[in-house]
C-alpha cells in the first residue's frame, strides 16, 4: 500500500466507503496504480448497509472473502421477508429462502464495519494501492493526458494527484457529481425514518422476531426489523406527520419506541440512532471524460428491498473491468460510455421496485392502510404471493442483444477433476466462453482463440468427464439454464454478466465478431 507513487495513478477514487473500497481492490489485484483520497481520518465506525443478496455474495467470493467465511459478520437468511398490518397479520411475503442463481444464499444480513475491514486488509496487501485518509479533493483541472485533483487536508497542508481518470464514490452529497454535472432525476419520494442499530445483550429467543426479518405496516408507527449481523439488530420507526425531526433523533424516543417489542438498556445497547430521508433518485449524467460516478454519488433509493449497497457494488464491478480494458489497450476509451448506459438502466429496476415496496408500508391514513390491508390479504388468500425476485437486464452497452445479453450470469457446482465447487472457484475469476459442447472448440478460429487468450478470458466446455478446459456439470444447473436460454455457448464477462449466447455453431462465430467490433477489434485482422 506505500509503493505507489501516491501523485501519479492509472485512477483517483474519490470515497472509502464499500464501493470505493471494492473498486480499488479490484484495480489494485490486476497492478493498476490507485490513489483512494478519503476526508475521514478513520474508518467509520458504525452500520450503515446490512443486507446484501447472492449476487454480492459472489462478489465477495471473487475477491477472497466468501460469505460462509465470515461467519463473525454476516449471517445467511433463510425464511420469508414478511410485510405485516398492525395485528401482524401477513400481508406479503418474500421468499428469501435457500440459495441464488450466483451460488450464496439468496438473502445475508451484515455488520458492515466489520466487512469493511475485511476488504481493508486485502487493499492494504495490494503495492499499487495508496489510500490517504485526512484528505479531501477540493478542486481538479483537466488535460489530454489526466486529471489532476488539489487536495486539502483538515490541518491546512495541500498536495496534488494527477490519475488518467478519476471515481467519485463520494456519496450523496458528491464533489465529482457536480464537476460532471448535477442533474438528476429524482422522482420525488421523501420520507424521514428514525435507523437504530443495536447489540443485543440478550439472547434471540427472549425477544419476538420470527420471521427475523420483516415490515410492520402499522398506520401509527411504520416500522422495520431486521438482523443487523450477528448479535445486533436494526429498527427503523417512520417519522409520522406533526412530528419534528429533532424530536424523533432523540436518544430517549429510540428507547420509547424499542420499549414495545421488549427492548431496553438492560439487555440491548444503542450502537446508534440516526434520522435519514430515503430518496429515489438517478444520475442523468455517470461520465464526463476522464470524471466517473458510481454508489450513492449516482443513484439512490428506499432501503426496503435491500439494495442500495449492492447496486453500488455493480457500479464497481462492472465499472472496474472496464477500466481495465481501456488502461490495457484492450479497447478504445469510449467503451467507459456503456458503463453509465448499462448500470442506470438496472438500477432504475431496483429504485422503483423499492419505492414500490415503500409504499405498502408508509402509510400513515388508517383509512387508506385498511383499503390496503384488505386487498393484499385477499390477494395473499388467493395464493397471489410475491412472485420470485426478478433479475433485471443491463441497459445497453457492452454485450449483444439476445437472449442472454445484459443478464446475470449462473454460478453452480462443477467438478474439474481436480477439484468440485462453485465454478468461479474451480474455474477461476474473469471472462469465460462457456460451451455446451466440447465438441464446439473446433468452431473457433484462431483470432477467436487470441481474441480470448488476449483478454484473459478462459473457454470451458460441459462434458460427461472432467479435463483440460472441460468440467462436469455437478447438479445439472448449467444444462438447463443453457435450455433456457436456448443455448450453445454463453460468452461471460469478469462482472459475472453475460455478453451474449450463441444458438448455434455459426452464431457463435457471430458472437465473438461482435466482441471483437465493440472492443474496436476489426474481425478481418489477422491475429
Partial sequence: MTGTDEATADVAVIGYGPVGRLLALLLGRHGRRVVVIERRPHAYPLPRAVHFDDEVGRIFQSVGIPPDSVTDSVIPYDDFYEWRDAGRRPLLRMDWRGLGPSGWHVSHFFHQPAL??????????????????????????????????????????????????????????SLVRSWIGPAVTDLGYFHDWLVVDLLMRAPA??????????????????????????????????????????????????????????ITPDNAGLERHSLYTFQARWCDTWRKGRLLLAGDAAHLMPPFAGQGMCSGLRDAVNLAWKLELVLDGHAADSVLDTYGSERAEHVRHFIQSSMDLGGVICLTDPFAAEQ?????????????????????????????????????????????GNRRGLSDDVIGAGGVLLLADPRLREELRPRDNALLADLHWQVVALDTEPGAGRVVDVTGAYTAWLTRLGAVAVLIRPDFYVYGAAVDARDLTALLDHLGAALHVPASTPR
Avoid at 138 to 144: F, K, M, N
Avoid at 389 to 400: E, F, I, S, T
Wanted: glycine fraction near 10%.
Fill in 205 to 262: 429467543e427472549d425477544f419476538d422476531f420470527s420471521p427475523a426479518a420483516w415490515q410492520l405496516c402499522d398506520p401509527k408507527r411504520p416500522t422495520t426489523l431486521v438482523p443487523g449481523g450477528p448479535g445486533r439488530r436494526r429498527f427503523e420507526f417512520m417519522r409520522l406527520p406533526g412530528e419534528t425531526a429533532d424530536e424523533l433523533a432523540d436518544e430517549k424516543t429510540a428507547w420509547r419506541l424499542l420499549a414495545p417489542w421488549n
Fill in 116 to 173: 469493511e475491514t475485511l476488504l481493508d486488509t486485502q487493499v492494504e496487501h495490494l503495492e499499487p494501492v495508496t489510500v490517504l485518509r485526512g484528505w479531501e479533493a477540493v478542486s481538479r483541472s483537466e488535460d489530454a493526458d489526466g486529471v489532476t485533483l488539489e487536495l486539502a487536508s483538515a490541518s491546512g497542508e495541500h498536495r496534488e494527484v494527477t490519475a488518467r481518470y478519476v471515481v467519485g464514490a463520494d456519496g450523496a452529497n
Fill in 372 to 416: 390496503r390491508d384488505e386487498t393484499m390479504r385477499a390477494e395473499l388468500a388467493a395464493g397471489l404471493e410475491q412472485p420470485p425476485r426478478p433479475l433485471p437486464r443491463l441497459g445497453a452497452g457492452l454485450r449483444r442483444d439476445d437472449a442472454g445479453g445484459g443478464l446475470l450470469s449462473l454460478q453452480a457446482e462443477v467438478d474439474d
